[in-house]
C-alpha cells in the first residue's frame, strides 16, 4: 500500500534562518506531488506541484522554493525565512493524471519567532 | 492550531443527528469535488468525491449533493457522531486528471462538533 511520510513534524525556526521540509512517498512510482499551507483557521493554499524529477510548477509568487532530486521526494526550502512563513505544511500526492483525489501526509507545523 | 474557527464556518450537532454541511463554488469549469475531512493537528483525509456528470453520490454514512446550476456542493452526513468532529473542507478541480495536474482548490472549512 501506499504511504507519504513528512518531516519533521514540528519546526520553530527564528526569523531568517533557513527552512528544509522533506515529504516521500512509498508504494507507487511517478506520483505527481504537491505542497500545501495552511494558516491557522484557513483552507489550504496550494503552493508546489510537481509531475517529475525537477518538474516544478510553482502557484504563486513567496520566499520558499521546492525540488525534486527523486521520484518520490519532494522537498521544500527556504534560504532566509519571514514570519508570515509560519503555517501547517501539507504535502500530497496522487497516483497519475486520470484520478483526481490527493493523499495528505501528517503536515509539518513551522512557527517562526 | 490551524483549526481555530475565528473565521471558519461552525455546526453544532447533537450525537445521532444528521448534519448536512455546505459548500458554495465559484469556478463554472469544475468538473470534480472532494470533501475532505481534517481532525487537529492532521493532514486531510479523502471522505467522498463526485465528477460534474452527477448531482448525488453515497458512501457509508455520507452522501454528496451537487447543484450545478447555483454551484453549489452540500456534504451529508447520517447518524453523526463524536468521532465526526473535525474541520470539513471543500475542494474542486477543472478535471480530474489531464493539464489540470490534481491541482485542487480548497474552500474555507467548517468546524463541525458533535455533542455526546
Known amino acids: 500500500s501506499q504511504t507519504i511520510h513528512q518531516w519533521p513534524a514540528t519546526l520553530v525556526q527564528p526569523v531568517g534562518s533557513p527552512l528544509s521540509l522533506e515529504c516521500t512517498v512509498e508504494?507507487?512510482?511517478?506520483?505527481?506531488l504537491y505542497w500545501y499551507r495552511q494558516a491557522a483557521g484557513r483552507g489550504l493554499q496550494l503552493l508546489f506541484y510537481?509531475?517529475?524529477?525537477?518538474?516544478i510548477s510553482s502557484e504563486v509568487p513567496q520566499n520558499l522554493s521546492a525540488s525534486r532530486p527523486q521520484d518520490r521526494q519532494f522537498i521544500l526550502s527556504s534560504k532566509k525565512l519571514l514570519l508570515s512563513d509560519s503555517g501547517f505544511y501539507l504535502c500530497?500526492?496522487?497516483?497519475?493524471?486520470?484520478?483526481?483525489?490527493?493523499?495528505f501526509g501528517e503536515g509539518s507545523r513551522l512557527t517562526v519567532l | 492550531g490551524e483549526n481555530v474557527g475565528l473565521h471558519l464556518p461552525t455546526l453544532s450537532v447533537q450525537e445521532g443527528d444528521n448534519s448536512i454541511i455546505n459548500c458554495a463554488y465559484s469556478?463554472?469549469?469544475?468538473?470534480?469535488f472532494i470533501w475532505y475531512k481534517q481532525e487537529s493537528g492532521k493532514g486531510p483525509q479523502f471522505i467522498i468525491d463526485?465528477?460534474?456528470?452527477?448531482d448525488k453520490r453515497q458512501g457509508q454514512r455520507v452522501t454528496v449533493l451537487l447543484n450545478k446550476t447555483v454551484k453549489h456542493l452540500s456534504l451529508q452526513i447520517a447518524a453523526t457522531q463524536p468521532g465526526d468532529s473535525a474541520v470539513y473542507f471543500c475542494?474542486?478541480?477543472?478535471?480530474?486528471?489531464?493539464?489540470?495536474?490534481?491541482?485542487?482548490?480548497f474552500g474555507q472549512g467548517t468546524i463541525l462538533t458533535v455533542h455526546p
Open positions: 500530497a500526492w496522487r497516483s497519475g493524471p486520470h484520478t483526481g483525489e490527493l493523499f
Open positions: 508504494g507507487t512510482s511517478n506520483p505527481n
Open positions: 510537481s509531475i517529475g524529477i525537477d518538474q
Open positions: 469556478n463554472s469549469a469544475s468538473d470534480y
Open positions: 463526485i465528477r460534474s456528470n452527477m
Open positions: 475542494a474542486e478541480t477543472p478535471s480530474a486528471g489531464g493539464t489540470s495536474y490534481g491541482k485542487l482548490t
